[in-house]
């Protein structure tokens, strides 16, 4: 795969050289666009099982697939960037990237910064404790007194969420991890109470687990979108093609591949 793409590269440097070759001759090559709008990359963290996660060296999951569809339908090359969650928004601000998609929550703040598509599916904030735990609810976490360990991943709105409310109320402690198995690990060691993370993650940590599980209450309800950089000329094109593969069908049944329906 990686060697197909080198190999498509080396190509389209090539042309675009024979083109501009052509284009000294004094042909108009005005319209012809820079071989860099022609790649879309994507900016993820891929410890988030089902959404993006390593099958080998290959990233795989939700969103990489959805991506990829996108790619496909604009005619694009797609490649994807793995690096820390807190590292996305700057890589899309900064234009390193194209996009970002990531299980990525669309929050007030991230609005500040960055622009969302149209979003392509619901999170839900959940706790992961030991089997057996004191806590039982969402609601114990809140307590009068209550003075927890919150295991999250950084930057996410878990851990915004848990700062906020938990933290900064005197309620509890946030440990944060570069990744939310690294959290659940954590969690396993009775190194932290609690993690706060997205549902579907949490159940596959969960199973991948002995002794845990996720309480029956939730703690909050997201939407998940791409993320782009303010006024991109990529938004309209990327969200259109998400919102027609929305709309055919191709993104529902990518989430079921990976989702069985309980
Ligand atoms: N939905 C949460 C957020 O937006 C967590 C996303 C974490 N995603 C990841 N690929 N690690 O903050």
Do not use: H
Request: net charge negative.
């Amino acid at each position: 795969m990686k060697k197909f793409m080198k190999g498509l590269m080396a190509t389209t440097m090539v042309f675009a050289m024979m083109t501009s070759l052509v284009g000294c001759g004094g042909g108009s090559e005005a319209e012809a666009p820079a071989d860099t709008t022609d790649k879309l990359v994507m900016a993820t963290n891929a410890a988030f099982p089902p959404y993006e996660y390593y099958e080998g060296e290959e990233i795989v999951g939700i969103d990489a697939e959805i991506a990829a569809a996108i790619a496909e339908k604009l005619g694009m090359e797609f490649e994807i960037e793995d690096m820390e969650f807190d590292a996305i928004i700057p890589a899309v601000t900064s234009g390193k990237a194209s996009f970002g998609m990531a299980g990525m929550t669309v929050t007030e703040e991230r609005m500040q910064s960055v622009d969302f598509s149209t979003s392509y599916a619901k999170g839900v904030q959940v706790v992961i404790v030991k089997e057996g735990s004191d806590i039982t609810s969402v609601d114990d976490l809140f307590a009068e007194g209550a003075s927890n360990i919150v295991g999250v991943q950084t930057g996410t709105t878990g851990d915004l969420y848990s700062t906020w409310d938990l933290e900064d109320a005197g309620l509890a402690t946030v440990e944060r991890f570069n990744k939310g198995g690294d959290a659940v690990l954590a969690l396993t060691q009775d190194k932290v109470d609690c993690v706060v993370i997205d549902n579907e993650p949490a159940k596959e940590f969960v199973a991948a687990n002995e002794g845990l599980v996720i309480l029956d209450t939730e703690y909050a309800i997201e939407d998940y979108a791409i993320c782009f950089a303010k006024d991109s000329e990529l938004t309209a094109q990327v969200n259109g093609a998400l919102e027609e593969l929305i709309a055919d069908g191709t993104v529902q049944a990518i989430i079921d591949k990976y989702i069985s329906a309980e």
